[in-house]
């Protein structure tokens, strides 16, 4: 954290009132929850140190710590070890029949969507990914793999392959670190209309924890999609591994006839 960021930070909190039945680490959470949901400390941001705000709130370590931990549970504040506390940016949050870029999600739900381009390349397609996209084993994809955040705070990792014999050949040159996928296929008259989804939870391996800065072990979810365009086609499959703590899929299920 800069200075200056410290210095902004360090004027959020101030002294908790000791009057009341309410537990001090209560008194903390719910001070520092509303920092948080009120924007005042910024989403994807990192607390002052802990013994900066022990002084600030008049409270032991071992209150400040209770509070903290009630704010991870709250899904507010995220733990990252040996770098302090930071202010969870919300979950990405999905609904049934809506098909979204991951930077419309994010744009819609109040942040500022990132990506940082992990790796980039044209190759030949495999076996599966061919099937998926409905071409011949080996035609020409472009594969992708980015890191997507919410500001600072990271989210997912997506990989995408895209076929090139149906698009213009220079989406392989697009920027998506800045650009979005989706707006890049409909600019090339491949405009995304629908997706077959599939979502699984497994374990972080070291890679992925690393990227998405969780424990090895930590839960992930999974998704994995094909989408089409609005002929139809096969134009993009991939899958995103996300943080669980900051996906959510919301879906409305109905009993069937049988």
Not at 8 to 32: M, N, Q
Not at 102 to 108: N, Q
Not at 127 to 143: H, I, K, P, T, Y
Request: aromatic share 4%; hydrophobic share 40%.
């Amino acid at each position: 954290m800069t200075r200056a960021a410290a210095s902004k930070a360090s004027h959020l909190a101030e002294p908790i009132s000791r009057d009341g039945p309410e537990p001090a680490y209560e008194k903390v959470r719910r001070l520092l929850a509303t920092e948080i949901t009120t924007g005042r400390i910024r989403a994807g941001s990192r607390l002052v140190p802990e013994r900066i705000l022990c002084e600030q709130l008049g409270v032991s370590r071992v209150t400040l710590r209770r509070a903290l931990q009630n704010l991870v549970q709250q899904g507010l504040l995220t733990p990252s070890a040996g770098r302090g506390w930071y202010a969870t940016p919300g979950q990405l949050s999905e609904s049934p029949g809506a098909l979204r870029s991951f930077t419309a999600l994010a744009t819609k739900q109040g942040v500022k969507p990132r990506a940082r381009v992990l790796s980039r390349r044209v190759r030949r397609s495999t076996a599966g990914e061919a099937e998926q996209l409905s071409v011949d084993r080996g035609e020409r994809v472009l594969a992708l793999e980015r890191l997507r955040l919410f500001d600072d705070a990271p989210v997912a990792i997506q990989r995408s392959v895209v076929p090139l014999s149906r698009l213009a050949a220079d989406i392989a040159k697009v920027d998506f670190g800045t650009a979005s996928l989706y707006a890049a296929l409909e600019e090339r008259g491949a405009t995304p209309t629908h997706a077959a989804y599939a979502i699984e939870a497994d374990a972080a391996d070291h890679r992925v924890a690393n990227l998405l800065d969780i424990a090895v072990g930590a839960p992930v979810l999974i998704t994995s999609q094909t989408t089409y365009d609005q002929l139809g086609r096969p134009v993009e499959c991939g899958r995103i591994t996300y943080r669980a703590d900051r996906y959510r899929f919301h879906a409305t299920l109905a009993a069937g006839t049988g």
